[in-house]
């Protein structure tokens, strides 16, 4: 049975994945708080990722598959950005998965894969979202230049999708009229749902995706890449 690595898997998209992932792998999900993990089959490892060092000794010895899920929604007017968020999503985002990356290189396993999260307004500008895109731009260009480096002992993969119905995206789904507005802006009609995501992680850590690396795949509703005002 192979093991699998989530970092950030009590919420969202990572504990969707966390569902599927463990009905057949052995689950390590490294986060915050495990309220929600009760009844899973998963082990759990106190951490923080803005402070704590990853503890690789609460690890096996090898891991065949990877997923960093940390995000944050930052939304606001460039002059009303402060600098200290920017840097404040920067820490999160993608200095926090660089860390845990050097913490777990070493014991990844020949063949294994990563699958790190960025959003659809890297490829596609949209205002108020320099915070986030600054970030989660920063993880593509990582995960392209580690795929490179690191081929063909391991895989590295992005999702990027657009606006999920998750905990961090409450407040921007917190009434009728909100998500109405938010599901016409793409194509398909709706938000994103966490399963829509979780479904092409646990696709891009399996052997079904093993001639794929430094991809950015979208699942977005069509945001990306259709225009159809």
């Given amino acids: 049975m192979k093991n699998i690595l989530l970092i950030g898997g009590s919420h969202g998209i990572g504990f969707a994945m966390a569902k599927t992932l463990a009905k057949d792998h052995n689950v390590f999900i490294a986060s915050r708080t495990a309220d929600a993990l009760d009844g899973l089959n998963v082990t759990h490892i106190p951490f923080d990722v803005t402070t704590d060092t990853l503890d690789t000794g609460l690890l096996p010895d090898a891991l065949h598959g990877f997923a960093y899920c940390?995000?944050?929604?930052?939304?606001?007017?460039?002059?009303?950005m402060a600098a200290s968020t920017f840097e404040e999503d920067m820490q999160l985002n993608f200095f926090g998965l660089v860390r845990v990356v050097k913490?777990?290189?070493?014991?990844?396993?020949?063949?294994?894969s990563m699958v790190f999260f960025s959003t659809v307004a890297v490829g596609t500008g949209m205002p108020f979202h320099t915070s986030v895109a600054a970030a989660k731009g920063a993880i593509e260009g990582f995960a392209k230049s580690l795929a490179a480096e690191y081929a063909p002992k391991l895989r590295v993969n992005v999702v990027a999708p657009s606006l999920v119905d998750t905990p961090l995206a409450g407040r921007l789904l917190n009434n009728d009229r909100k998500r109405d507005m938010m599901a016409e802006r793409h194509p398909l009609k709706r938000v994103g749902e966490a399963e829509d995501i979780a479904h092409i992680g646990v696709f891009l850590l399996s052997e079904q995706s093993s001639w794929m690396t430094g991809q950015v795949v979208g699942v977005d509703g069509g945001m990306g890449s259709l225009n159809i005002s």
Avoid: D, T, V
């Fill in 103 to 112: 913490e777990i290189i070493a014991i990844m396993a020949e063949g294994s």
């Fill in 70 to 80: 940390p995000g944050s929604i930052n939304l606001k007017p460039f002059k009303m």
